[in-house]
């Protein structure tokens, strides 16, 4: 969508997904007037996944257009999405900053393996030597890996070894949102 100093406010409003919030309306008028910085704090809290993306798509295209946009987020998804740069704050300090990709990886090399808990004994898995941690949270075990192909071999052994069968184990990279847990941790 192009953003110029024509369009009227409810061009942009249905737009967005016919928001109706009056927060949303407030970023449609901010919008009018082409502004090079935009300010946004929390611009999707609260919002359903369509309307979410459609924001996203709003704020892409202005950094696309050369616009600076500094924003607020609970959500690391988006700032891991959007933002070129982010500052991590923590107890109203700061706790690091960088591009998404440098602090993943400078923070949190690793890869994370996530299995139903329960599957198996956690002090097993928490043995394996290639894994770095295990994290139980409502009802998943996630196993952060330093090598993924040594990890999977030792999982299948042990899901041999106590007879039980290995489903639903997912993998993925490590995320934005990983790196605040890990800095902000308990």
């Known amino acids: 969508m192009e953003i110029s100093p024509g369009v009227h406010a409810v061009q942009l409003r249905g737009a967005l997904g016919h928001v109706v919030c009056e927060d949303r309306l407030a970023l449609a008028l901010a919008l009018v007037n082409a502004p090079d910085v935009l300010f946004l704090d929390e611009p999707t809290t609260g919002l359903d996944p369509q309307v979410r993306c459609d924001i996203w798509e709003v704020i892409q295209g202005l950094r696309n257009g050369g616009k600076t946009v500094l924003m607020t987020t609970h959500y690391m998804e988006e700032a891991e999405r959007l933002c070129d740069r982010v500052m991590l704050i923590g107890a109203g ?28 004994p956690l002090d097993e898995l928490r043995r394996i030597p290639s894994v770095a941690s295990v994290v139980v949270d409502d009802g998943v075990t996630t196993m952060y890996s330093r090598t993924v192909l040594e990890t999977m071999a030792s999982l299948a052994a042990l899901a041999a070894r106590h007879q039980t069968p290995l489903s639903e184990v997912t993998v993925r990279p490590a995320t934005l949102e990983d790196v605040v847990l890990k800095l902000t941790g308990p």
């Open 93 to 120: 300090r700061l706790i690091a900053s960088g591009s998404p990709g440098e602090l993943i990886r400078q923070h949190f090399g690793l890869t994370a393996l996530r299995l139903a808990t329960g599957a198996l």
